[in-house]
Structures are given as structure tokens and as C-alpha cells.
């Protein structure tokens, strides 16, 4: 214990000797006076220039209602059918989407891969042609490619019947509508 404070007390000697410490004389105190700054001065003003006053137009007076025309009791009036209102022409086929069905269709669960075609090592991709109803459902699937193996097609076909999807719109009527929809069989890992 004696060793460790004599071994202190050198190295404390050895660091005031060399002025590594600073004596209380030496330390220099600073003094900082803060200065407010000058108050902003107000923005200059340019008065306006005296110009002369523009002429007002006075706006002419318009007849706002049609005059009617004059009826003579004795003649006879001629009754005029109300025109038709358009109704939207819808397509005589189902509109073709231009993209997968996935945007349109948030409920849509993914294919089984079949457990067959897992032990036979079977890959491949499967397109299929959805058609969608007015409702949104799928009406019809059918094969547009196959992958060339009938457990992957039918566990494809099988999926998509299952989906449900947002009807599409077409000038405020709900339409039939038909997509191309691919799945990639793969296993990863074998």
C-alpha cells in the first residue's frame, strides 16, 4: 500500500515538473462580455407613384331570359318527346386486363404445390386464362399454357377458383373481364 502512494506521489511530481498541469498563477481566467446586437432597422418604404386612375367599364345591360314565344289559343301545340339519356354501351365481350390479377384481387390464396409432383421433382410454369364476373368472382379458368404436368395445372386451376377480386368499373357500370395469370412451380433447394 505504501509502494502504490509513493508511486502516486512520483508520478504527480513528475507531471507538476513538467508543467503539464498548470499552477493556479499561470491558469487564465476569461472573461466574456456578451454585446446585444444592434436593433434591426425598418424596412424602407417606397411610396407608391401617383398615377392616373384607370377608366371604370360600366357593363352593358343583357337580357337574361328568353322571350316566350306568343301562342294563339286556336293553334295547336305539338308535344316533343324529352331526349333520351345515353346509357354506357358496355362491350359485348369480356375487357381484357392488362396486367396479372393480383392488383385486382386481394383475396387470392396460392396454389398447393402437390405432393406428388414434390417426390417426382416436377417444375414448371402454368398460365391461365381468368375470366371475372360482374361481381367479381371467377367464372371460368381454363388452361392458357400448361406446365406440362397435370398435378401442377390442376393445383393452378384449383387456386384461382377460390379467388375473389374487386368487380371492374367501365363508365360507372361493372363489367365481365378476363386476365392472364401465371404461377411458377419451383422448388427451391432440391
Same mark, same amino acid.
Given at each position: &500500500?505504501?509502494?502504490?502512494?509513493?508511486?502516486?506521489?512520483?508520478?504527480? $511530481?513528475?507531471?507538476?515538473? $513538467?508543467?503539464?498541469?498548470?499552477?493556479?498563477?499561470?491558469?487564465?481566467?476569461? &472573461?466574456?462580455?456578451?454585446?446585444?446586437?444592434?436593433?434591426?432597422?425598418?424596412?424602407?418604404?417606397?411610396?407608391?407613384?401617383?398615377?392616373?386612375?384607370?377608366?371604370?367599364?360600366?357593363?352593358?345591360?343583357?337580357?337574361?331570359?328568353?322571350?316566350?314565344?306568343?301562342?294563339?289559343?286556336?293553334?295547336?301545340?305539338? $308535344?316533343?318527346?324529352?331526349?333520351?339519356?345515353?346509357?354506357?354501351?358496355?362491350?359485348?365481350?369480356?375487357?381484357?386486363?392488362?396486367?396479372?390479377?393480383?392488383?385486382?384481387?386481394?383475396e387470392r390464396a396460392p396454389p398447393e404445390y402437390p405432393r406428388q409432383s414434390m417426390r417426382m421433382n416436377e417444375q414448371g410454369r402454368v398460365i391461365l386464362r381468368v375470366e371475372l364476373g360482374e361481381d367479381g368472382r371467377v367464372v371460368n379458368a381454363s388452361m392458357k399454357s400448361s406446365s406440362g404436368y397435370q398435378h401442377l395445372d390442376n393445383a393452378a386451376l384449383s387456386a384461382v377458383k377460390t379467388w375473389h377480386c374487386k368487380p371492374s368499373v367501365i363508365n360507372g357500370v361493372t363489367v365481365r373481364t378476363v386476365a392472364l395469370q401465371p404461377f411458377n412451380f419451383t422448388l427451391e433447394g432440391r
Amino acid at each position: &500500500m505504501l509502494f502504490v502512494l509513493v508511486l502516486h506521489g512520483v508520478a504527480l $511530481y513528475g507531471l507538476w515538473s $513538467y508543467r503539464i498541469i498548470p499552477t493556479p498563477d499561470e491558469a487564465i481566467t476569461l &472573461m466574456v462580455n456578451l454585446i446585444n446586437p444592434p436593433p434591426p432597422e425598418p424596412p424602407k418604404t417606397v411610396p407608391p407613384k401617383q398615377s392616373k386612375p384607370l377608366p371604370v367599364e360600366v357593363p352593358q345591360p343583357r337580357q337574361v331570359a328568353a322571350e316566350t314565344p306568343v301562342v294563339i289559343p286556336d293553334e295547336p301545340v305539338v $308535344y316533343s318527346p324529352p331526349p333520351e339519356i345515353e346509357t354506357p354501351q358496355l362491350p359485348p365481350q369480356p375487357v381484357v386486363l392488362a396486367g396479372e390479377l393480383s392488383v385486382s384481387c386481394p383475396e387470392r390464396a396460392p396454389p398447393e404445390y402437390p405432393r406428388q409432383s414434390m417426390r417426382m421433382n416436377e417444375q414448371g410454369r402454368v398460365i391461365l386464362r381468368v375470366e371475372l364476373g360482374e361481381d367479381g368472382r371467377v367464372v371460368n379458368a381454363s388452361m392458357k399454357s400448361s406446365s406440362g404436368y397435370q398435378h401442377l395445372d390442376n393445383a393452378a386451376l384449383s387456386a384461382v377458383k377460390t379467388w375473389h377480386c374487386k368487380p371492374s368499373v367501365i363508365n360507372g357500370v361493372t363489367v365481365r373481364t378476363v386476365a392472364l395469370q401465371p404461377f411458377n412451380f419451383t422448388l427451391e433447394g432440391r
